[in-house]
């Protein structure tokens, strides 16, 4: 059974950094993209990031460019997201979720079940 | 980047009733590059279709997608308690992947 599990959300005054971390098991890591969603409280989905099966290409969202920075280690099935100069509008549950290929152009399925990160002073 | 705009925002009917949503993009979807999960409160989204109307494995089969182009429904053709949710699609035809806004199913 696939299984991925993130940690790492807090609250962090606006400026702030965080980490987050997603520990998959249950399918060969190294084979598939991941990729970073998240939800502010009531609203839609948005996704944040992608990055391939070997690091090597990553992509974002307009809104985060320059602050946020997503890897990988393959051989601990771990994926992250590096928060920076976190925003009031970066409040959101992160998913992580897995591609369903090698590199990031489909759906995602399945996803974590979310750590929340809440930026406020 | 494609806007996806998801109708009615809240839809109100009865177990046993049939549920039409609709998806519309803002311009094509590629070879019809569209999925749709089901949110319950609380959880992650599931993946119901993908490719616009393929269900995704262990998905019952009333549950159905179609259409093309711009515009794309997802049909539950007789609501079980368990299918009372919030339902999105998601386009990955072009860059970057776009989400519609959602569509709450109620209980009546």
């Known amino acids: 059974e696939v299984q991925l599990v993130e940690s790492g959300g807090g609250v962090v005054q606006p400026g702030g950094s965080l980490r987050l971390s997603c520990a998959a098991s249950?399918?060969?890591?190294?084979?598939?993209?991941m990729s970073w969603v998240r939800q502010a409280p009531g609203k839609g989905l948005e996704w944040v990031s992608s990055i391939n099966w070997n690091g090597h290409n990553t992509d974002y969202v307009d809104s985060v460019k320059g602050r946020f920075t997503i890897s990988r280690d393959n051989a601990k099935n771990s994926l992250y997201l590096q928060m920076n100069s976190l925003r009031a509008e970066d409040t959101a549950f992160y998913y992580c979720a897995k591609d369903t290929g090698s590199y990031f152009s489909d759906w995602f399925d399945p996803w974590g079940q979310g750590t929340l990160v809440t930026v406020s002073s | 980047e494609i806007v996806l705009t998801q109708s009615p925002g809240t839809l109100s009917l009865s177990p046993g009733e049939r549920a039409t949503l609709s998806c519309r993009a803002s311009r094509s979807v590629s070879s019809n590059f569209l999925v749709w999960y089901q949110q319950k409160p609380g959880q992650a989204p599931r993946l119901l279709i993908h490719?616009?109307?393929n269900r995704a494995r262990g998905i019952p089969d009333r549950f159905s997608g179609s259409g093309s182009g711009t515009d794309f429904t997802l049909t539950i053709s007789r609501l079980e308690p368990e299918d009372f949710a919030v339902y999105y699609c998601q386009q990955y035809g072009s860059s970057p992947r776009t989400f519609g806004q959602g569509t709450k199913v109620e209980i009546k």
């Open positions: 249950g399918f060969v890591f190294d084979d598939y993209a």
């Open positions: 490719g616009s109307s």
